[in-house]
C-alpha cells in the first residue's frame, strides 16, 4: 500500500511516502502544503503516481496547519480519487518511546488548558483529553515519562511530531477506529489521569 501521510500539528510540517512501511520520500512544509509538497513530489517522482491513501495528522496541535493539511490533502485525493483518513499525531512520539510503561504527551491547549493522551509500551492507552492547565502535575504524576512539543511546567521533553515516525506507527499499530477527520480540539475535561 502506497500511503502519502501528511503531518502539520506543529511547525515546520513533515510529510512522508511510504510502501508497506518503507519510506520512498520524505521532506518539510515550511509554507503551505500545496506550495512545499507538491513539488517535492513532482522532484522525487517525475512519472504519474497515485497513492491508495492520504493520510492526516489530526493532533492534538495547530488547529489552522490540521485543517489546511486535511483541505489540501482532500483536494490532491479528489484528483487521485483516493481517500483521506485520520491518524493522532501523538502516536508519532509514541513510536519514538515504545519501551515506556506509561508515556504521557501532553501540549497546551491555549486558553489555560492542556491536552494529554497517554501510552502504554507505544500502545494508546488513554484517547486525548483537555484539562484545566491548574490539574497538569496531576496528570503528569502517573507518568514514566512526558513529552510535549511545547514548553510545559513539569514535562521531561520537548519533542514534535513528525511524518517519519508516524508512518512507522502507523504501519504497526493501523488506523485507530472511529477517529474523526478533523483537528482533535476538545472541551470540556473528558478523563481522569490513569492509575499507575
Not at 493501523?174 to 474523526?180: A, D, I, Q, R, Y
Amino acid at each position: 500500500m502506497l500511503r502519502l501521510i501528511l503531518e502539520t500539528s506543529s511547525l515546520p510540517g513533515t510529510w512522508v511516502l511510504s510502501r508497506q512501511g518503507q519510506i520512498l520520500a520524505s521532506g518539510t512544509c515550511p509554507g503551505s502544503i500545496t506550495a512545499s509538497l507538491v513539488p517535492s513530489l513532482r522532484q522525487n517522482f517525475p512519472q504519474e503516481f497515485k497513492p491508495d491513501q492520504i493520510v492526516v495528522g489530526v493532533g492534538p496541535g495547530s488547529f489552522s496547519s490540521i485543517r489546511s493539511a486535511i483541505a489540501a490533502a482532500e483536494g490532491m485525493a479528489a484528483v487521485w480519487r483516493c481517500p483521506v483518513l485520520p491518524v493522532r499525531s501523538t502516536g508519532a512520539i509514541a513510536w519514538r518511546h515504545a519501551q515506556t510503561t506509561l508515556l504521557g504527551v501532553f501540549s497546551d491547549a491555549r486558553r489555560g488548558d492542556f491536552f494529554v493522551t497517554y501510552y502504554s509500551h507505544g500502545v494508546l492507552k488513554q484517547p486525548t483529553a483537555v484539562h484545566p492547565m491548574e490539574k497538569l502535575s496531576e496528570f503528569l504524576a502517573p507518568c514514566t515519562m512526558s513529552v510535549s512539543p511545547d514548553a510545559l511546567p513539569g514535562v521531561s521533553a520537548c519533542e514534535k511530531p513528525e511524518a517519519t515516525s508516524l508512518s512507522a506507527f502507523l504501519h504497526a499499530h493501523g488506523l485507530e477506529p472511529g477517529l474523526l477527520l478533523e483537528p482533535i480540539h476538545l472541551r470540556p475535561a473528558l478523563s481522569s489521569p490513569p492509575s499507575a
